[in-house]
């Protein structure tokens, strides 16, 4: 199994507060992602990064914000959750190749109240 | 702009019956194409992946799917189903055009009855 963690596993916040997830790799992929899965939509991406300081925006961005300082960790925060973010969140991670698929993390519940 | 589309968002199969899980996509180019699966209270794991090596493709766990050009289709197979096989299957295809996200179709969840 690729090494990926994600941290905390669960969590329960308040609608307003600032909430934090990390992703953490050991296999010194390039390019990390962050996804929310809900029901009915599959998984969308949040944001991704392409290296070390770089990200760019996916579909569902909106209320999120990433960044990224060393190669191994990927941080998703939300600056103000809202009830709309409850879902559960993945990180993967993905070689340089196009054929190169991408391994997941056991996921995030999140629930905002 | 590269797509997915997955027909039936739920599918029940009898233990031992053929799976069939469709999966369509659009693409200008060769596309690259994976199917994962999620186990509940899971990440996804590759099922298998199409990358223009062979239009058949033998995945894990007994799936195989195949890549038809002409009917712009990639769907999975299995030709006996395992109580086991009970998930959810996401198809995807990644993205060619100077990016390197992945795009994936809303999953079909299987039900398999003993």
């Known amino acids: 199994d690729a090494g990926i963690t994600q941290s905390p596993r669960h969590k329960v916040t308040e609608t307003g507060t600032p909430v934090t997830l990390r992703c953490h790799q050991t296999?010194?992929?390039?390019?990390m992602y962050w996804y929310r899965q809900d029901p009915g939509h599959g998984l969308r991406l949040i944001h991704y990064?392409?290296?070390?300081?770089?990200?760019d925006k996916g579909e569902v961005s909106d209320g999120y914000s990433v960044s990224r300082s060393k190669t191994e960790d990927f941080l998703l925060t939300l600056e103000s959750a809202t009830s709309s973010q409850t879902s559960v969140y993945f990180c993967?991670?993905?070689?340089?190749?196009?054929?190169?698929?991408?391994?997941f993390g056991p996921g995030t519940r999140l629930t905002v109240l | 702009a590269q797509s997915v589309t997955q027909l039936g968002s739920h599918v029940s199969v009898s233990e031992g019956a053929l799976v069939l899980l469709r999966c369509n996509y659009s693409?200008?180019?060769?596309?690259?194409l994976f199917w994962y699966v999620q186990y509940p209270n899971q990440g996804l794991q590759l099922l298998l992946k199409?990358?223009?090596?062979?239009?058949l493709v033998k995945g894990i766990n007994g799936f195989e799917a195949e890549f038809k050009k002409s009917e712009t289709s990639f769907h999975l197979t299995k030709p006996s189903a395992h109580m086991s096989d009970a998930a959810e299957y996401f198809c995807?295809?990644?993205?060619?055009?100077?990016?390197?996200?992945?795009?994936f179709g809303t999953g079909t969840r299987l039900k398999v009855l003993a």
């Open positions: 993967a991670i993905s070689a340089l190749a196009y054929d190169n698929e991408q391994f």
């Open positions: 296999e010194n992929h390039r390019y």
């Open positions: 990064s392409y290296g070390v300081k770089d990200t």
């Open positions: 693409s200008s180019v060769p596309p690259y």
């Open positions: 199409y990358t223009s090596a062979a239009t």
């Open positions: 995807a295809v990644r993205v060619t055009s100077g990016t390197y996200k992945y795009i």
